[in-house]
Nanobody, 119 residues
Framework: QVQLVESGGGLVQAGGSLSLSCAAS????????VGWFRQAPGKERDFVAA????????TYADSVKARFTISRDNAKNTVYLQLNSLKPEDTAVYYC????????????WGQGTQVTVSS
């Protein structure tokens, strides 16, 4: 099992930046991929970005491509999500979750961190 804790959310003006962290404990951190998701009020949870266990492969939702950057530091058991050029529509609770080898689903979701972008 994995325990994931997100942090770094807050209130920022449109065009601003935030850096989110997802700190992991439990299972060997470098053995699984990690994804970031977000859920806005009244909407379903959407995929944002993911990174492979080594950090060598990343993928992004089209809506955040070129604005957000996912990275990981396996020595610190942490995945980061850098949010730049934020827009009001980026307002949501951001979650991280683990994707284990051979699994099709993300597991062990964190509690989320709120990102609010004002216009």
């Amino acid at each position: 099992q994995v325990q994931l804790v997100e942090s770094g959310g807050g209130l920022v003006q449109a065009g601003g930046s935030l850096s989110l962290s997802c700190a992991a404990s439990g299972r060997t951190f470098s053995s699984y991929a990690v994804g970031w998701f977000r859920q806005a009020p009244g909407k379903e949870r959407d995929f944002v970005a993911a990174i492979s266990w080594s950090g060598g492969s990343t993928t992004y939702a089209d809506s955040v491509k070129a604005r957000f950057t996912i990275s990981r530091d396996n020595a610190k058991n942490t995945v980061y999500l850098q949010l730049n050029s934020l827009k009001p529509e980026d307002t949501a609770v951001y979650y991280c979750a683990a994707l284990f080898e051979g699994s099709l689903d993300y597991h062990d979701w964190g509690q989320g961190t709120q990102v609010t972008v004002s216009s």
